[in-house]
């Protein structure tokens, strides 16, 4: 509870009143910008058609433009599906990770009862357990060896 508390404090220090008007207001200059720049793509979009058209037949421009259009669009879309793959890939790394450690701490778990029960086997771990702490206290923290 002593880590809860400085978190709750700190939520009813904040004024809801003026968060909930500051996010409003961002949302409508936000609305507004996005709305001007929309219209700013589409006016550089319409200049391009009318100068591919003074240079060719205006459907010919037009088919120009969309085939832009849809190469852009297209690209956007393997980027997306690049970050996607990406970020799988990190997860299921990330979990076989912390799968790993599961299955340490349930065979750690497993044998307990039996090191418990062995004063030697007891000793070694109290000792063992001391060493770890302290290494990591001496250390600078919980350093495993996989970023290096």
């Known amino acids: 509870m002593g880590g809860l508390a400085p978190i709750v404090a700190s939520l009813l220090a904040v004024d809801i009143h003026a968060f909930t008007k500051r996010l409003r207001r961002n949302a409508v200059l936000y609305a507004i910008a996005g709305f001007f720049m929309l219209t700013a793509y589409a006016a550089g979009v319409t200049a391009f058609g009318i100068y591919l058209a003074t240079m060719m037949h205006p459907a010919v421009a037009a088919a120009v433009v969309a085939f832009a259009a849809f190469i852009v669009a297209l690209i956007f879309f393997a980027a997306v599906m690049l970050a996607n793959r990406a970020e799988e ?11 790993g450690k599961a299955m340490m701490v349930t065979a750690a778990i497993t044998a307990l009862p039996m090191v418990i029960r062995s004063r030697p086997l007891a000793a070694v771990a109290i000792a063992g357990g001391l060493a770890m702490v302290l290494g990591r206290t001496f250390t600078g923290g919980s350093h495993t060896g996989e970023d290096a």
């Open 89 to 99: 890939k990190r997860k299921r790394q990330a979990a076989a990770a912390n799968s």
